[in-house]
């Protein structure tokens, strides 16, 4: 396609890749966040195996790029992530530019995506999207109509790159009609047609082999951080297989799905991260691209773009069996970058259909690229800001401060259960404190790693469902103090004597009875007194909300016991001090 006024300078497009990477760089997290965050993290410092499917290719990425001068191991993999940001902005480029978009609409798309919230804040802390999103547009680059191969090398490097992206994230899969289509369209080019088809199963070899790493590492691991037992081939298959979740579920909750939610969820989260123009501009992009065509043929790379559009949307989305709010919509919306990415390919052709309709000169495009670039900035460093609030860290911190030496401690949440082995192993913080998440125990790795760590087994039969009034008393009866961060069952307060102590709840045995109210008061006064989470109502993400939760409990609880003793002079003051550490509710 020949634009109709003259395109921007060979060199803009560089530089301006060049420019993302740079601002990827600067505003990288420094401090753990939730979710998967701080075993991405932790494995950065010391390498290890991952939950499953084991993210084989960016775990070994972290782990080369452990050298970093970086403020910390969070910060470190968040500079090693963001240069997958700046190959995912770079790909952008290239397919644009292969779909047919000039400089000016290539430039256009790519200040449209860059600099929106989504891809801006999954690229400035360890996350395996950003490398996703890479190998996404690579293929639509490599797949295009002008892409930068024929024949036997097309069907080669989609391979390669197919590769690497099954051994990185496993939802890369559902590129497969574009990349099907580019491999299809290599070898009919080829004129050595099985060869070409061989070389393109040959090339997959490489990235999968690093799935060979989850076994190397598992067996020579030593006291590294190890999710699952891939050192044997069955192991090591399920590992792959997500059979601790459930293959092909987001979440083994059994919870059922809501496919309407999740499918209005992508649809608003797309259109307004793209900041609504731009992802118009997107459809319609994708429209002309039909105009291009020469000749039937032609029009076929259009259809498979389409339908890799809605593989990676709609139908995937719609199977997700956790609900698209607070925690779940962080967890969810990760998930919208792929389909956010490969729409902003047409963008740029998008933009040049309409300077061709209008018609707009080099300054005029060049002041919408550089409007829309000022408007994601706007928006989107707010938004990265807002997500990398220290909020996690500084609770996981306080936690650790409250414990006395050689304390278990029995929670749940992403953000506990990952983010308490980043402080441990990764910074060496209070390695004598336990973490036990009850509900991996029916897991035969974690409690076999659990039960190394107290000298002595569970009695309890393996089995889906852990009974955890048991597991406290068996915690209990090792002599070691032990604390709940979050009330996951309210079996365990029925059960047996609980009371806070700080954020956490102390549980005593059976027939122990607690201190008198007033120590209880006086020793969180004290605790509160040093916690780095101060009060202050504010909106905060959802991670940190939910961290930040914990701190209002202590003084409800104590509130309510004042309250029941006939002192409501005493429960009211606590009543206010709970209600100055709760989170507002953000906004929708």
């Known amino acids: 396609m020949t634009s109709p006024t003259p395109d921007a300078p060979r060199a803009l497009l560089p530089a301006a890749v060049g420019l993302v990477a ?313 998930f919208h970058l792929l389909p956010m990415s490969l729409l902003a390919v047409t963008i740029g052709r998008g933009f040049d259909r309409v300077a061709e309709l209008a018609p707009l000169g080099r300054n005029v495009q060049a002041s919408l690229c550089a409007a829309v670039a000022l408007v994601g900035f706007a928006r989107g460093l707010p938004a990265v800001r807002f997500e990398q609030d220290p909020t996690v860290e500084r609770y996981l911190r306080d936690a650790l401060d409250t414990l006395p030496p050689r304390a278990v401690v029995l929670g749940t949440g992403d953000h506990r259960t990952l983010g308490f082995p980043y402080l441990q192993r990764a910074l060496g913080l209070r390695r004598d404190v336990l973490f036990v998440d009850p509900r991996l125990l029916p897991m035969p790795h974690y409690r076999a790693r659990i039960e190394r760590r107290l000298g002595r087994p569970f009695p309890f039969p393996q089995t889906r469902s852990i009974p955890t009034v048991p597991v406290a008393e068996t915690l209990l009866a090792t002599g070691r103090t032990l604390f709940l961060t979050n009330v996951f069952t309210p079996s365990i307060p029925r059960a047996l004597p609980v009371y806070p102590e700080g954020i956490l709840l102390r549980v005593l045995r059976s027939g122990e009875r607690p201190p008198p109210p007033d120590q209880v008061l006086s020793r969180n006064e004290a605790l509160f007194a040093r916690y780095r989470v101060r009060p202050g109502r504010r909106i905060l993400a959802p991670w940190q909300a939910a961290a930040q939760a914990e701190y209002a409990r202590a003084w409800v609880t104590l509130a309510d016991t004042a309250a029941a003793a006939g002192r409501p002079d005493v429960a009211a003051p606590l009543r206010a001090r709970a209600e100055s550490y709760a989170p507002l509710p953000e906004t929708p």
Do not use: M
């Not at 990288?28 to 979710?35: F, I, N």
């Not at 397919?95 to 919230?117: D, E, I, N, Q, T």
């Not at 989609?158 to 992206?165: C, Q, R, S, T």
């Not at 070389?199 to 076994?215: D, M, N």
């Open 22 to 334: 740079l601002v990827y760089a600067l505003t990288c997290a420094r401090a753990v966040l939730g979710g998967d965050n701080g075993e991405f993290a932790t494995l950065f410092a010391e390498g290890g195996v991952a939950h499953p499917s084991g993210y084989p290719l960016y775990t070994l990425w972290l782990r080369a790029w452990s050298w970093l001068p970086a403020s910390s191991p969070a910060h470190g993999a968040a500079l090693a992530t963001s240069l997958h940001g700046a190959l995912a902005a770079g790909a952008l480029v290239l397919a644009s530019r292969a779909w047919g978009a000039s400089r000016w609409g290539s430039l256009f798309a790519l200040a449209s995506w860059c600099f929106a919230s989504l891809p801006w804040r999954l690229s400035t802390h360890a996350e395996v999207f950003a490398l996703n999103a890479a190998v996404a547009l690579t293929v639509a680059w490599i797949s295009a109509p002008h892409g930068p191969a024929r024949g036997a090398r097309r069907v080669a490097l989609l391979g390669l790159v197919a590769g690497a992206g099954l051994a990185n994230h496993l939802s890369v899969a559902l590129v497969a009609p574009l990349g099907l289509y580019g491999a299809v369209t290599g070898v009919r080019e080829s004129s050595h047609r099985a060869r070409a088809a061989l070389l393109g199963v040959a090339a997959l070899v490489p990235g999968l082999a690093t799935y060979a790493s989850l076994y190397l590492t598992a067996t020579h691991a030593g006291d590294r951080y190890v999710w699952g037992d891939p050192t044997t081939l069955q192991g090591l298959v399920d590992h792959v297989l997500r059979k601790d979740f459930g293959t092909g579920q987001l979440s083994a909750s059994g919870a059922p799905t809501d496919p309407v939610a999740h499918v209005g969820f992508l649809l608003r989260d797309v259109f307004s991260d793209l900041h609504v123009l731009p992802a118009v501009l997107g459809l319609a992009g994708y429209g002309a691209l039909e105009r291009d065509a020469t000749t039937g043929a032609e029009v076929r790379p259009r259809a498979f773009l389409g339908a890799t559009l809605v593989t990676v949307g709609p139908p995937f989305l719609a199977r997700f069996n956790i609900p698209p709010t607070g925690i779940g919509a962080a967890v969810v919306e990760r």
